[in-house]
């Protein structure tokens, strides 16, 4: 005889779980808003330093800036899809996870690669933050000169404002963040391209334009650069777990990525070629000066510093799971995130130059994350066989599409990193730490 009281449980408790699991897809971020993340947290340091990066690998520089965003959005769909794999196979990943894309790499190879991984991912969005840090304090000591406060000072101030806006929980958390990022910066490149335009036009006929051969350091240096425009993936997971329908993160990379390109293409090439060897590391150097320059520098410090937050989440949560910390708010949160804004605080101010930790950062760690792991993961999941899972198949061509971008972030991100480490080697770019020099950053 049937225990209808038993089964009646079970069917409350089945339809408790089914609600709970709707009201949960019914919160967090929508297919267009995780889209304005990916941009948002992106954009800001490819408009500054894609036109020296064209500068460095010449006119070839634009074919691989093209390659370049195709290789990162495809292994972005890869990372997406590596997600929706694990919610299929495994319960545990269907609620929010705090470290996702080490997860991944757990499922696809244990747990020493998760480890590395983790490491990988740290460097990377610990670089990604710095390099926002430095590029927002640049942008605000230029307009604000007359203040007599030094770059190194404006590294405490900008950082003293974004430390307690860390302690907010997940992307879903500061969704406002990443709209002002994102609109700020397509209000900064409209504007820059009014700029550059109309220093085209001053130009005299007789004032020729130099664009210098590039050389094999120079191209690998280009690719650091170039791959760090790309270079989310880190957080792609994050933003995919805040999602409300998760399977739609690809959708979210294709609109993310396009918009990118779009803001990329015409300030770099319009920079490169308008200034040509006279284009500077941050192409509002190269501008001249004027009001509207100014409104530029402040939007674009606007963008990298809601930008810092979408970045360094990410790492944030990594780190409260590793030490234990409660999903809430509360002191043990404000004390990990705020030791780890004096980290990236100490490391701004031993290396006060954002170009070298952008070059170094592009090739390595973001090389990594953004192209070869995600493709490495995607195979190796989709060859894991199981009764009760899903069959995965890949198609040949996109097999051999995943092999050329594994080995071209393999190469290519090597070569990349050998180039900027003796770039930062050479005797004449070193500059001095803010804490031996505090005004010696301030020549930019």
């Known amino acids: 005889m049937v225990d209808t009281r038993c089964s009646k449980k ?8 089914n609600e709970n699991r709707v009201s949960d897809e019914r919160k967090g971020l929508s297919l267009w808003l995780a889209s304005v993340f990916i941009v948002g947290q ?11 990066a064209l500068l460095q690998a010449g006119w070839s520089g634009i074919p691989l800036l093209i390659f370049c965003c195709i290789n990162s959005l495809y292994a972005g769909i890869c990372l997406g899809r590596s997600w929706s794999i694990l919610e299929e196979r495994y319960d545990e990943y269907k609620g929010k996870i705090r470290y996702p894309y080490p997860a991944i790499a757990y499922r696809a190879f244990g747990k020493r690669m998760q480890y590395f991984v983790s490491f990988c991912i740290d460097v990377n969005l610990f670089g990604v933050s710095i390099v926002f840090l430095l590029l927002s304090s640049q942008l605000i000591t230029s307009v604000a000169k007359e203040s007599g406060v030094a770059f190194c000072y404006w590294i405490l101030i900008l950082a003293l404002f974004l430390c307690p806006l860390m302690w907010l ?3 879903d958390d500061f969704w406002p963040a990443a709209i002002i990022a994102l609109g700020s910066t397509i209000t900064a490149c409209i504007l820059l391209i009014v700029l550059i335009a109309k220093d085209s036009m001053a130009t005299s006929p007789e004032e020729k334009i130099k664009y210098p051969p590039t050389t094999l350091k120079k191209f690998f240096l280009a690719f650091g650069t170039i791959y760090f425009s790309f270079g989310g993936a880190a957080s792609f997971p994050t933003f995919q777990n805040d999602m409300k329908n998760r399977n739609d993160f690809p959708k979210a990379a294709t609109m993310g990525f396009a918009f990118l390109i779009l803001l990329y293409l015409p ?3 319009l920079g490169y070629v308008v200034y040509g060897d006279k284009v500077q590391a941050d192409i509002i150097d190269s501008i001249s000066p004027s009001t509207i320059k100014s409104i530029i520098q402040v939007l674009l410090a606007l963008h990298m510093l ?5 970045v360094i989440n990410a790492s944030s949560q990594e780190f409260e799971e590793f030490f234990k910390v409660p999903n809430k708010f509360g002191w043990k949160r404000i004390a990990i995130r705020s030791s780890m804004m004096l980290f990236i605080v100490f490391v701004a101010q031993s290396v006060p130059k954002f170009g070298k930790v952008l070059n170094l ?12 792991f995600p493709c490495i993961f995607y195979y190796r999941l989709c060859s894991q066989t199981d009764p009760n899972w899903p069959e995965r198949n890949i198609p040949v061509h996109e097999k051999i599409y995943l092999i050329v971008i594994i080995v071209c972030g393999i190469v290519g991100g090597g070569i990349s990193t050998y180039a900027a480490m003796n770039d930062i080697a050479a005797p004449e770019s070193f500059n001095p730490p803010c804490y031996v020099n505090l005004t010696a950053a301030d020549n930019f």
């Open 42 to 52: 992106m954009a800001g340091s490819g408009v500054l330093a894609l036109p020296d």
């Open 361 to 372: 950062v592009g090739g390595s760690a973001v090389t990594l994350t953004a192209s070869v």
């Open 169 to 171: 929980g997940t992307p």
């Open 306 to 310: 809601f930008a810092f937050l979408l």
């Open 267 to 269: 300030v770099a090439v």
């Open 10 to 17: 079970v069917d409350d408790k089945e339809k408790k779980e």
